[in-house]
């Protein structure tokens, strides 16, 4: 079975500054691995995912995450954080041939102007 | 584009009533999930549906069933709804074969229970 750890609930940056939201995870198998986001009311948007291709994966609005297995981390990066990136963001992981998704507890950012 | 629907975005229900949310996706996916979103503990899988008139329970079960008469459509029901419901739930899709695949969020459906 797998799980998630987001270090950080909470982050808050000002506007044009980076952003690093932390993800952990553990897994059996070589899992799969995405990041969400969802605005105030709204569903979960798919930002990136990594599927055991290139470990540096780029995603939309600017986020990249890379994969690293010695760390079982994939953490989430932005270099420059803008109003609208404010939201909570989801790190997911899936292993192979199980439906079950495993949710990290999320991150909410702020993103001061 | 991509859509999963839920088509009752704000309810407001009365204890012991019988709720229903509904959910369609035009992906022709096979697997449709509800979740329940609540501060501080997640999204926390209440049903999953593989295929057609097949379902499995998830990690919150109780309080809950779940039809999938058609593969586009999947009902999340309330049998007798309590205060302890009041939730955000969210419907998903995602295709057959699961490793990589992206799961597809609807927009939620924000229910109270009074």
């Known amino acids: 079975a797998q799980s998630v750890t987001q270090l950080d609930s909470h982050v808050s940056v000002s506007e044009g500054t980076p952003v690093l939201l932390r993800c952990n995870y553990s897994s059996s198998y070589s899992p799969s691995l995405f990041w969400y986001v969802q605005h105030p009311n709204k569903g979960l948007q798919l930002l990136l995912k990594y599927t055991s291709a290139a470990t540096l994966v780029k995603g939309i609005n600017g986020f990249e995450a890379e994969f690293k297995k010695s760390e079982t981390s994939f953490h989430l990066t932005k270099p420059s954080a803008h109003m609208s990136d404010a939201a909570e963001y989801f790190c997911?992981?899936?292993?192979?041939?199980?439906?079950?998704?495993?949710f990290g507890a999320g991150t909410t950012v702020t993103v001061r102007a | 584009d991509v859509k999963v629907t839920q088509s009752s975005r704000y309810l407001v229900k009365r204890t012991g009533e019988k709720v229903f949310l509904e959910c369609v996706q035009d992906?022709?996916?096979?697997?449709m999930f509800w979740y329940r979103q609540d501060p501080g503990l997640g999204l926390r899988l209440i049903y999953f549906?593989?295929?057609?008139?097949?379902?499995e329970k998830g990690d919150i079960p109780e309080g809950y069933s779940v039809s999938r008469e058609k593969k586009e459509r999947f009902s999340l029901i309330l049998e007798s709804a309590s205060t302890n419901q009041t939730s955000m739930y969210l419907c998903a899709s995602r295709p057959r074969d699961l490793s990589g695949n992206t799961i597809y969020f609807g927009e939620g459906s924000w229910l109270t229970v009074v």
């Open positions: 997911v992981v899936s292993d192979p041939g199980d439906y079950k998704l495993s």
């Open positions: 992906m022709d996916h096979e697997n």
């Open positions: 549906s593989y295929d057609v008139k097949m379902k």
